[in-house]
């Protein structure tokens, strides 16, 4: 739900809105982190050094990998995403200013032109000879990448016409299965023989591949609602996907040490129930009272009170 509160940031066009926001998503975002990062740092004893305070401040992947022991990896997409929050929000709402416009075609070229820019700054600076790295998980290089999102939402959900809904389900389907397929033989390109077109093509793979396993979610979304126990399933696991994602590595380390003597299904499947019971507690007793607590929009739309109360 990321889109239609920078779009509601842009169409009111009041800073203390812009600034509600930051403040939404540093509260989602950054106390869990936080957590984690400590539990990973004692873990490995790390807590207090460099290599923890860039991490602290998301600056350990901003132009470079700066640290010397990347020991929670998992936060190179992180440190994309705050970043993200940070600056393409506020570039929009200036330009939206200067032009003394709000309408949704001069929100998309501006999204567009952001999108142009990091893929020039990509393609001209980003060394090809460390692309995982020094280039993939590098935040100047790929904060783009959460922009297609947003472009994504203008184009489904603020189109004139309902662009998605003309488009036949087996030919998202289709596309996605196709999309799937080029950006595994992409990758596989990149690991035998480092082809640097490989290389540029495959950002642009994935998202084509993100896009089309959204749209097809979308359309089979009214599907899903029809049975109350997947759609609560899905609304579960949505909740508790961000604790997983943070805790998953933690708890490989911790379980592999403590399980190595068992068979390798019986280890899996501890993993899954224990990651499972975890996140469900921290969410319920840290993440929710976080959410309850932060700040709400000045806005003059009251219809933007249920679509944003949990986004």
Same mark, same amino acid.
């Not at 790929?142 to 959900?157: E, K, M, N, P, W």
């Given at each position: 739900?990321?889109?239609?509160?920078?779009?509601?940031?842009?169409?009111?066009?009041?800073?203390?809105?812009?600034?509600?926001?930051?403040?939404? %998503?540093?509260?989602?975002?950054?106390?869990?982190?936080?957590?984690?990062?400590?539990? &990973?740092?004692?873990?490995?004893?790390?807590?207090?050094?460099?290599?923890? *305070?860039?991490?602290?401040?998301?600056?350990?992947?901003?132009?470079?990998?700066?640290?010397?022991?990347?020991?929670?990896?998992?936060?190179?997409?992180?440190?994309?995403?705050?970043?993200?929050?940070?600056?393409?929000?506020?570039?929009?709402?200036?330009?939206?200013? =200067?032009?003394?416009?709000?309408?949704?075609? #001069? #929100?998309?070229?501006?999204?567009?032109?952001?999108?142009?820019?990091?893929?020039?700054?990509?393609?001209?600076?980003?060394? =090809?000879?460390?692309?995982?790295?020094?280039?993939?998980?590098?935040?100047?290089?790929?904060?783009?990448?959460?922009?297609?999102?947003? =472009?994504?939402?203008?184009?489904?959900? %603020?189109?004139?016409?309902?662009?998605?809904?003309?488009?036949?389900?087996?030919?998202?389907?289709?596309?996605?299965?196709?999309?799937?397929?080029?950006?595994?033989?992409?990758?596989?390109?990149?690991?035998?023989?480092?082809?640097? &077109?490989?290389?540029?093509?495959?950002?642009?793979?994935?998202?084509?591949?993100?896009?089309?396993?959204?749209?097809?979610?979308?359309?089979?979304?009214? %599907?899903?609602?029809?049975?109350?126990?997947?759609?609560?399933?899905?609304? *579960?696991?949505? %909740?508790?996907?961000?604790?997983?994602?943070?805790?998953?590595?933690?708890?490989?380390?911790?379980?592999?040490?403590? =399980?190595?003597?068992?068979?390798?299904?019986?280890?899996?499947?501890?993993?899954?129930?224990?990651?499972?019971?975890?996140? #469900?507690?921290?969410?319920?007793?840290?993440?929710?009272?976080?959410?309850?607590?932060?700040?709400?929009?000045?806005?003059?739309?009251?219809?933007?009170? $249920?679509?944003? $109360?949990?986004?």
């Amino acid at each position: 739900m990321l889109a239609p509160q920078i779009l509601m940031c842009i169409e009111e066009k009041r800073w203390r809105n812009l600034g509600i926001f930051l403040m939404r %998503r540093w509260m989602r975002t950054i106390p869990p982190y936080v957590v984690a990062l400590i539990c &990973a740092s004692v873990l490995l004893g790390e807590l207090g050094s460099a290599d923890f *305070f860039r991490y602290l401040f998301y600056v350990q992947n901003l132009c470079e990998q700066a640290n010397h022991d990347d020991y929670f990896s998992i936060a190179w997409s992180l440190s994309v995403e705050e970043w993200f929050y940070l600056v393409f929000p506020a570039i929009i709402f200036v330009i939206s200013i =200067l032009l003394a416009r709000r309408d949704i075609g #001069t #929100t998309f070229t501006a999204a567009v032109l952001f999108i142009a820019t990091i893929t020039v700054v990509r393609t001209l600076y980003g060394p =090809l000879d460390d692309w995982g790295a020094g280039l993939r998980r590098v935040v100047i290089f790929r904060i783009d990448s959460i922009a297609y999102g947003f =472009l994504l939402y203008v184009t489904i959900h %603020r189109a004139r016409r309902n662009i998605l809904g003309q488009l036949p389900m087996l030919a998202v389907f289709a596309s996605l299965l196709l999309s799937i397929a080029l950006a595994l033989w992409l990758t596989l390109e990149i690991d035998h023989t480092g082809s640097a &077109a490989a290389k540029h093509i495959l950002p642009f793979m994935a998202v084509l591949l993100g896009a089309t396993a959204i749209m097809l979610a979308v359309k089979v979304e009214h %599907r899903f609602q029809l049975h109350p126990r997947l759609s609560n399933c899905g609304l *579960f696991l949505g %909740r508790v996907s961000y604790s997983i994602y943070l805790f998953h590595i933690i708890f490989v380390m911790v379980l592999a040490a403590a =399980l190595a003597s068992a068979p390798l299904m019986l280890q899996f499947a501890l993993y899954l129930f224990v990651m499972l019971v975890f996140s #469900t507690l921290f969410f319920a007793g840290f993440e929710r009272p976080i959410l309850r607590a932060r700040p709400r929009y000045m806005k003059r739309k009251e219809t933007f009170d $249920q679509l944003l $109360q949990e986004a």
